[in-house]
């Protein structure tokens, strides 16, 4: 089975800190994607990632950035976070386009 | 760009009751679709996908039919049972990799 593993399942975090969200999995994935999820809102994608220090913008970049040095590995980093960036975010890989998203079990980040 | 339209929730159904959720999109090309579910607690797992026009996903008793004409992948399922209360998502990949989903439909199954 496909594991995506998140470093954190909850964080706490003050307002202009810097964040990082870690994500590894262990099935070769070329495709790597962060969203946060929030209620009515679904699932909103911030960055993606086709393959190592390749990446996209997804819907929702502004305030966010990303770093894949690594295949296995997609981090999200909040270079200052803010209270509006309090969500669920979730890590997910596949390997192409018609193949399913495997998800993490998720962070939930409260920025106070 | 992509985009996912689904019908609002929660939807409250009765034990056996028939379920339809709605799905629309729009996007360029030829996208695949797909649906995932949420249980309370738990992450987001696949539920069925159709990658071509009048491909009919499938799994647990749950169905839904690529319908490039109407732009739809309506999720079905004759007789839903208490277990099935859950967070269903619809979501499509069209051009290159991005997968954009659907806002969510709750739903609740009572007995």
């Known amino acids: 089975d496909v594991k995506v593993t998140q470093s954190s399942r909850y964080l706490v975090k003050r307002t202009g800190e810097k964040v990082f969200l870690e994500c590894v999995q262990d099935?070769?994935?070329?495709?790597m994607f962060w969203y946060r999820q929030d209620p009515g809102l679904g699932l909103r994608l911030i960055y993606f990632?086709?393959?190592?220090?390749?990446?996209e913008k997804g819907d929702i970049p502004e305030g966010y950035s990303v770093s894949r040095e690594k295949k296995e590995r997609f981090s999200l980093i909040l270079e200052s976070a803010s209270t509006n960036q309090t969500s669920m975010y979730l890590c997910?890989?596949?390997?192409?386009?018609?193949?399913?998203?495997?998800f993490g079990n998720g962070t939930r980040l409260t920025v106070t | 760009g992509d985009s996912v339209t689904q019908m609002e929730g929660p939807v409250t159904l009765s034990e056996e009751a028939c379920l339809t959720i709605n799905c629309t999109y729009t996007a360029t090309g030829y996208p695949s679709l797909f649906w995932y579910v949420q249980y309370p607690g738990e992450g987001l797992q696949l539920l069925l996908k159709a990658t071509k026009a009048d491909d009919k996903g499938s799994n647990k008793g749950f169905e839904a039919t690529y319908r490039k004409e109407t732009t739809s992948f309506h999720l079905e399922k004759g007789s839903v049972q208490v277990s099935d209360s859950a967070v269903y998502f619809c979501a499509l990949t069209g051009g290159g990799n991005k997968l954009t989903f659907g806002t969510g439909t709750q739903l609740k199954v009572e007995l």
């Open positions: 099935m070769d994935h070329e495709n």
């Open positions: 990632s086709y393959d190592v220090k390749m990446k």
């Open positions: 997910a890989s596949r390997q192409g386009r018609n193949s399913p998203l495997h």
